[in-house]
């Protein structure tokens, strides 16, 4: 095992293509059979100590549900019914279409409704395309399957320590099958107004103030894995705020936005890499919230404790003192 093992983005480009789709599929399928959480929380995946799950879903009048899990470990997904029947199969091998067609395969078998109401990529150069015809993507290196969840996992670690800091809304972390990033928000209570041309996914994420910190394995735009941050709105002159680790910057987005980005690289080959990349988040944070006007010092939550007493024992001290 190694801290924050290297993955380059080149190196695993075409099994990461399938796994997104192969995530995108089932990730549509959560979507379809799950009850709609503010912000969309209900949609992302969580970490498991062997890959991804959906977690249960799809509650029905008989009182079943079910749930979808990667392992990523012996290579298999994992379709699980509430009364203890499974359905499972390989993933190595499969081409997007196989997968899909095994995936329905094993809703058949387990006697689950749900399905997937769009069958197609979400975001990608191939969305016009539907799952059960895409044999195309079918590259699947368990190796680098494996490492892209190790790391997922690590970071998944490292945003928890940084979500234990805030006691304000914050959302989970999860890991977003449409984007393949692992995210975690931090919410202010003030709303945003949306015009209707923005679209529904857009206005009911960014519906409140939000300042998100996530990390993600790279793709034709920006190829290599990276952690990053960004506010939105965005505050005038975010860009001009420090950043720590030196090694961090600042980049501009196509929508004329700016993105704090930590290089994964960078990070890895630091002596200290995860007291950097908290450093990283935090900064980033600072930067969001001090130019957006928010109480950093009302949410503080150092240590993960908020109990006044506990603070004051051990030296710290609550918003109110």
């Known amino acids: 095992m190694e801290l924050f093992p290297s ?4 190196e695993w ?3 990461k293509d399938t796994l997104h789709r192969f995530t995108q599929a089932v990730g549509k399928l959560r979507l379809s059979a799950s009850s709609r959480r503010n912000h969309w929380w209900n ?3 969580h970490l498991t100590g062997r890959g991804l799950t959906t977690r249960p879903m799809g509650l029905d009048d008989r009182g079943q549900f079910f749930c979808v899990d990667f392992d990523f470990v012996d290579h298999r997904l994992l379709v699980a019914a509430g009364d203890g029947r499974q359905a499972t199969f390989p993933l190595p091998g499969l081409s997007v279409a196989e997968f899909y067609q095994n995936l329905c395969s ?10 997937v109401k769009r069958p197609h990529p979400f975001d990608l150069p191939d969305q016009a395309r539907p799952f059960d015809q895409d044999e195309e993507h079918r590259t699947y290196d368990q190796h680098q399957v494996n490492r892209y969840w190790v790391i997922l996992s690590q970071v998944n670690l490292v945003l928890e320590a940084y979500a234990a800091q805030w006691s304000g809304k914050t959302s989970p972390v999860h890991h977003y099958w449409h984007t393949f990033d692992i995210a975690v928000t931090r919410f202010s209570n003030d709303t945003v107004a949306h015009s209707r041309s923005v679209d529904a996914v857009t206005r009911e994420a960014y519906s409140r103030e939000v300042i ?12 290599e894995p990276a952690f990053y941050s960004y506010t939105a709105p965005e505050p005038t002159g975010i860009h ?5 680790p030196a090694a961090a910057s600042w980049t501009a987005r196509e929508n004329g936005g700016h993105l704090a980005i930590l290089r994964y690289d960078d990070a890895r080959r630091s002596s200290s890499p995860r007291a950097d990349v908290l450093a990283f988040l935090d900064s980033a944070f600072q930067a969001g919230a001090s130019g957006a006007g928010w109480d950093i010092a009302r949410d503080a939550c ?3 404790v908020t109990d006044a007493v506990a603070l004051r024992k ?7 003192g």
């Open 302 to 304: 150092p240590g993960g």
């Open 240 to 244: 001009h705020h420090p950043l720590r």
């Open 13 to 15: 480009r075409e099994t």
């Open 106 to 115: 094993a809703l058949d078998e387990l006697d689950v409704e749900a399905r």
């Open 212 to 223: 998100s910190v996530g990390f993600w394995f790279g793709d034709a735009s920006f190829p």
């Open 7 to 10: 993955l380059p983005y080149e």
């Open 43 to 45: 949609v992302p995946f």
């Open 314 to 320: 051990h030296g710290m001290f609550p918003p109110n």
